[in-house]
């Protein structure tokens, strides 16, 4: 038997919560802490917020 998908599917994230991949250059010392704290994009989306970003729906 050969291997395949099994299981439920994973439903559709709505588009407002979909991740986008961005490049950014930041020091390696930078990107060794934030690697202490987490996940990268996690722990840089969650910086974000408290700085005061907010959703903006698209229009």
């Known amino acids: ?3 395949g ?3 439920k599917p994973k439903p559709k994230l709505p588009t407002h919560l979909k ?3 961005v490049n950014a250059r930041i020091q390696q010392w ?3 802490e ?3 704290r987490g996940e ?3 722990v840089l989306e969650y910086i ?3 700085a005061g970003f ?3 729906p698209e229009k």
């Open 54 to 56: 907010k959703y903006q």
């Open 40 to 42: 990268v994009g996690i």
């Open 19 to 21: 991740r986008v991949p």
């Open 48 to 50: 974000l917020i408290e």
């Open 5 to 7: 998908y099994r299981g």
């Open 34 to 36: 934030l690697k202490k």
């Open 30 to 32: 930078m990107l060794d």
């Open 1 to 3: 038997m050969r291997g």
